[in-house]
């Protein structure tokens, strides 16, 4: 099978090892850099077009579609979900389409559509200006939460206490959001729908993770993993654990808010990733993106609930159903965390065998290196990495993965 994988502009290594893992499952994959570095994957698998335009991407995608005959398209980054999307739809290959697309790529349009389909969400408002948002704060009541309606990763997504905090924590999103990386790296001549922030009521509940396959209106719930509470200023720290301590009746509810959701948002065959935060004993739905979660759930749904995201990632963008189950958790306890370090230019980075020789590692996955710039709250949260380990409890689990990350070491310059 020949697929074609699409990144208007490349992400330096970032999806190197999604990519990779493709390959493992005997995909012949093709890479498609609208703006790329030469060499990141192998000839003649490899093209870079020289431009981010949305037409010339499509272009070259088309030409070398005719020479190879995709099977279908795919993406592992979310600034390319759209650009994905017009790609396939342009070259008449399966896809959610650019209309889906947009309103999974758009936190404005995600929560409208959320709400035209019933599903429970927080309140929100478009927040253009200062103004704008303290109005929407002292509607909802504080605590409330100010993201970029075009972001990813928690990438300034702030939570503030009280209107001066609002005042301060708004013009660090705002100037953060014109210039993170993940608006910078989307196609251009693109319409990605309104742009600025977004303020939310605070659902001050428990936090999962879901990796799920929407297919035809039916929607199966794969993996959940639940997000442990840690710092829930900034949303920078992750640390996730599975199997999820929810119970069954809660999962049915989620899974309800979940088929809402995806049906607003018209994802009608899509490899899911969803977040769903708990408020008041009842799931609210946080967001939607039609791909694989990132950040290494992946290793945590082959391990915790015996389903591989990647590998159902790929038949759908084959037009293939994937053969997904209904959560069933194995008994095997996973946790991950996220690989943080000071800010500045990344010299160099050691992981030594002590973590990759031992037992007890799941996965530990680089996406930073030599050259690469790591900021932290408030001028952004640059993650180097993730590492995850298996153990005898959540607990016991966590605490290797966090055991392990101490290993790691960073050097770095101002």
């Given at each position: 099978?020949?697929?074609?994988?699409?990144?208007?502009?490349?992400?330096?290594?970032?999806?190197?090892?999604?990519?990779?893992?493709?390959?493992?499952?005997?995909?012949?994959?093709?890479?498609?850099?609208?703006?790329?570095?030469?060499?990141?994957?192998?000839?003649?698998?490899?093209?870079?077009?020289?431009?981010?335009?949305?037409?010339?991407?499509?272009?070259?995608?088309?030409?070398?579609?005719?020479?190879?005959?995709?099977?279908?398209?795919?993406?592992?980054?979310?600034?390319?979900?759209?650009?994905?999307?017009?790609?396939?739809?342009?070259?008449?290959?399966?896809?959610?389409?650019?209309?889906?697309?947009?309103?999974?790529?758009?936190?404005?349009?995600?929560?409208?559509?959320?709400?035209?389909?019933?599903?429970?969400?927080?309140?929100?408002?478009?927040?253009?200006?200062?103004?704008?948002?303290?109005?929407?704060?002292?509607?909802?009541?504080?605590?409330?939460?100010?993201?970029?309606?075009?972001?990813?990763?928690?990438?300034?997504?702030?939570?503030?206490?009280?209107?001066?905090?609002?005042?301060?924590?708004?013009?660090?999103?705002?100037?953060?959001?014109?210039?993170?990386?993940?608006?910078?790296?989307?196609?251009?001549?693109?319409?990605?729908?309104?742009?600025?922030?977004?303020?939310?009521?605070?659902?001050?509940?428990?936090?999962?993770?879901?990796?799920?396959?929407?297919?035809?209106?039916?929607?199966?719930?794969?993996?959940?993993?639940?997000?442990?509470?840690?710092?829930?200023?900034?949303?920078?720290?992750?640390?996730?654990?599975?199997?999820?301590?929810?119970?069954?009746?809660?999962?049915?509810?989620?899974?309800?808010?979940?088929?809402?959701?995806?049906?607003?948002?018209?994802?009608?065959?899509?490899?899911?990733?969803?977040?769903?935060?708990?408020?008041?004993?009842?799931?609210?739905?946080?967001?939607?993106?039609?791909?694989?979660?990132?950040?290494?759930?992946?290793?945590?749904?082959?391990?915790?609930?015996?389903?591989?995201?990647?590998?159902?990632?790929?038949?759908?963008?084959?037009?293939?159903?994937?053969?997904?189950?209904s959560y069933q958790p194995t008994g095997i306890f996973t946790a991950a965390r996220s690989l943080t370090c000071e800010p500045g230019t990344i010299t160099g980075v050691s992981v030594p065998a002590e973590v990759t020789d031992s037992p007890d590692l799941l996965f530990c996955r680089l996406a930073a290196g030599p050259g690469d710039v790591i900021s932290r709250p408030a001028d952004g949260s640059g993650i180097f990495g993730f590492i995850g380990a298996t153990g005898t409890s959540h607990e016991d689990a966590m605490a290797t993965a966090g055991r392990l990350a101490e290993l790691i070491t960073v050097t770095l310059v101002?």
């Amino acid at each position: 099978m020949k697929l074609l994988a699409v990144e208007a502009r490349q992400n330096g290594s970032y999806n190197l090892d999604r990519y990779r893992q493709v390959a493992r499952l005997g995909v012949e994959l093709h890479v498609l850099n609208g703006e790329g570095s030469p060499g990141f994957w192998p000839d003649p698998r490899y093209r870079v077009v020289g431009s981010a335009r949305i037409g010339d991407i499509i272009d070259a995608a088309a030409r070398w579609h005719a020479e190879a005959g995709f099977a279908g398209t795919l993406t592992f980054a979310e600034s390319a979900i759209v650009a994905t999307a017009a790609v396939a739809e342009a070259l008449g290959l399966p896809g959610i389409g650019v209309t889906a697309a947009v309103a999974s790529r758009n936190k404005i349009l995600m929560h409208q559509a959320h709400g035209r389909a019933g599903a429970p969400h927080a309140q929100f408002r478009s927040a253009p200006t200062l103004a704008d948002g303290l109005a929407a704060a002292d509607q909802f009541g504080y605590p409330v939460v100010i993201k970029p309606a075009l972001g990813a990763a928690s990438n300034f997504v702030f939570r503030a206490d009280s209107p001066a905090e609002f005042g301060c924590r708004y013009a660090e999103a705002a100037t953060g959001a014109r210039t993170m990386k993940w608006t910078r790296l989307e196609a251009d001549d693109i319409d990605l729908g309104p742009d600025g922030l977004v303020v939310e009521s605070f659902l001050d509940g428990s936090e999962h993770l879901i990796e799920a396959v929407a297919w035809d209106g039916e929607v199966c719930l794969a993996s959940v993993v639940d997000r442990v509470a840690a710092d829930q200023s900034t949303f920078e720290c992750n640390l996730h654990w599975a199997p999820t301590t929810l119970s069954q009746a809660q999962l049915a509810d989620v899974h309800a808010a979940l088929t809402a959701a995806i049906r607003g948002q018209g994802l009608e065959r899509s490899a899911v990733h969803a977040e769903v935060r708990f408020h008041q004993g009842r799931p609210y739905v946080l967001e939607v993106t039609p791909r694989p979660g990132g950040g290494g759930l992946e290793h945590m749904a082959r391990a915790s609930a015996g389903y591989d995201p990647i590998a159902a990632h790929v038949r759908v963008a084959s037009g293939e159903r994937p053969p997904a189950r209904s959560y069933q958790p194995t008994g095997i306890f996973t946790a991950a965390r996220s690989l943080t370090c000071e800010p500045g230019t990344i010299t160099g980075v050691s992981v030594p065998a002590e973590v990759t020789d031992s037992p007890d590692l799941l996965f530990c996955r680089l996406a930073a290196g030599p050259g690469d710039v790591i900021s932290r709250p408030a001028d952004g949260s640059g993650i180097f990495g993730f590492i995850g380990a298996t153990g005898t409890s959540h607990e016991d689990a966590m605490a290797t993965a966090g055991r392990l990350a101490e290993l790691i070491t960073v050097t770095l310059v101002n």
